[in-house]
């Protein structure tokens, strides 16, 4: 079993390890660590025949951030065991990176709690940084999310390091995050004179987009799920 896991791992790169979990919640790795899991959420959903996501965690194994996907390994029809595989902490960050709009533009991911799981200064993510708790630079940002309520589907303005952003925040289906994607205000109504008309428009055009990209993430978050679960069926 461990070679089959070594030859898949090696195929699927996006994950730095898989593993696998006994029913007692005993996790093997293809690295060579092993760790007990027993009280892990992403565990016992596997465990209950559920293919999940988790959130962003600190591993036993690594004490490092990452994400954990799990799926459960069935045998006629009953779940004998779990597969996991983890990936990096920023893993959520290099796709959104790809989400920024205009020159100053960027998307962040949000924990229903306020805790960054993506964002381009890869440390707020990795500090486990909490933007409604933030009382320095952030602190602005974390007024206007409060406001509009983490869960909810609009736009907000704020302030952070002198510069006023304006960003759509909207849910990502299926885990319980929101993802916003933003823009320095002077970069999109610079040379525009209705600026009521276009700060309508802005608004439905960025609530428009901050829901494409959501979807694009729940999708890109599945895929590597159907990896995992292709492990098992080989």
């Given at each position: 079993q461990r070679i089959v896991l070594e030859d898949e791992a090696d195929r699927l790169t996006q994950f730095l390890a898989l593993g696998v979990v006994e029913p007692n919640g005993f996790a093997?790795?293809?690295?060579?660590?092993?760790?007990?899991l027993h009280d892990r959420e992403h565990v016992i959903a596997?465990?209950?025949?559920?293919?999940?996501?988790?959130d962003l965690i600190v591993s036993r194994v690594t004490n490092s951030v990452v994400m954990m996907y799990a799926?459960?390994?069935?045998?006629?029809?009953?779940?004998?065991?779990v597969l996991i595989g983890r990936r990096d902490g920023t893993a959520l960050t290099d796709i959104t990176?790809?989400?920024?709009?205009?020159?100053?533009?960027?998307?962040?991911?949000?924990?229903?709690?306020?805790?960054?799981?993506?964002?381009?200064?890869?440390?707020?993510v990795m500090e486990q940084r909490n933007v409604l708790s933030d009382t320095s630079e952030l602190a602005d940002a974390g007024r206007a999310i409060n406001e509009?309520?983490?869960?909810?589907?609009?736009?907000?303005?704020?302030?952070?390091?002198?510069t006023v952003m304006r960003a759509a925040l909207t849910p990502?289906?299926?885990?319980g995050w929101?993802?916003?994607?933003?823009?320095?205000?002077?970069?999109?109504?610079?040379?525009?004179?209705?600026?009521?008309?276009?700060?309508?428009?802005?608004?439905?055009?960025?609530?428009?987009?901050?829901?494409?990209?959501?979807?694009?993430?729940a999708r890109q978050l599945s895929h590597p799920l159907v990896a995992v679960q292709d492990v098992i069926e080989v």
């Open positions: 093997r790795f293809t690295d060579g660590s092993t760790s007990d596997g465990l209950q025949g559920k293919s999940v996501v988790s799926v459960p390994i069935k045998n006629r029809g009953r779940v004998v065991g990176n790809r989400l920024g709009y205009g020159e100053s533009g960027y998307a962040f991911i949000l924990h229903h709690d306020g805790a960054f799981f993506a964002h381009p200064k890869t440390d707020y509009l309520g983490i869960g909810n589907t609009g736009f907000i303005r704020y302030n952070v390091d002198g990502i289906p299926g885990v929101s993802i916003a994607i933003n823009v320095a205000e002077a970069e999109v109504l610079r040379g525009v004179n209705k600026l009521r008309n276009i700060v309508i428009w802005l608004s439905v055009a960025f609530i428009a987009i901050g829901i494409s990209a959501a979807v694009v993430i």
